[in-house]
């Protein structure tokens, strides 16, 4: 079964942080993603990245960015941590190849005080 | 903009019931529609998933109805269990082979005994 580990379950920071969110899956999976999980508002993509080194931005962005280094690794930053990103964070991997199926971690729980 | 739109936000049913979750979309260039399904404290994992060229795909009590004209889909769930209360995210995916989903807003349902 594929596996995707996020490093941590649950995190609490402060306001001003820099925030590290480690990914890591063990598939070979071409494509890796960062989403938010808010009540009402569904997943939201935050960044993708399609291959080693290359990174899209997704829908909200604004206040993160990502590395990815390696294939297997996939980390989102948040360059100043803010209380409105306290949030449910979940990375994914996919195949780059029709079918599509993501797999998700178990989530990361992030509350900034 | 939310380019996949789902209802009901919540939804209760007696054991044995067929919920009905909608989900409409924008985007006629959306090419693969799944459905996922989450448990608390875990990610959302893959529960079906439906092509724009098929009207219908059952698997299990899981079955999808695709609209094309309309741009909607819905899942139906048959005889619902107590162990079918989760989550629910519809999902759309672009052209190409990114990968990338939206989602929509998610669905909690609750079945009772």
């Known amino acids: 079964d594929v596996k995707v580990t996020q490093s941590s379950r649950y995190l609490v920071k402060r306001t001003g942080e820099k925030v590290f969110l480690e990914c890591v899956q063990d598939m070979d999976h071409e494509n890796m993603f960062w989403y938010r999980q808010d009540p009402g508002l569904g997943l939201r993509l935050i960044y993708f990245s399609y291959d080693v080194k290359m990174k899209e931005k997704g829908d909200i962005p604004e206040g993160y960015s990502v590395s990815r280094e390696k294939k297997e690794r996939f980390s989102l930053i948040l360059e100043s941590a803010s209380t409105n990103q306290t949030s449910m964070y979940l990375c994914a991997s996919s195949p780059g190849t029709v079918g599509l199926k993501a797999f998700f971690g178990q989530g990361t729980r992030l509350t900034v005080v | 903009q939310q380019q996949v739109k789902q209802s009901p936000q919540s939804l209760i049913v007696q054991k044995g019931g067929i919920p009905i979750i909608n989900c409409a979309y924008e985007?006629?260039?959306?090419?693969?529609f799944p459905w996922y399904q989450q448990f608390p404290g875990k990610g959302p994992a893959l529960l079906i998933a439906i092509r724009p060229d098929v009207s219908e795909k059952k698997e299990g009590r899981f079955t999808i109805s695709f609209n094309k004209s309309a741009k909607q889909f819905s899942l139906h769930i048959m005889d619902s269990q107590p162990g079918d209360s989760a989550t629910y995210f519809c999902a759309a995916h672009g052209s190409g082979n990114t990968g990338k989903l939206i989602f929509g807003q998610g669905t909690t349902l609750q079945v009772k005994p």
């Open positions: 985007n006629t260039a959306f090419d693969y």
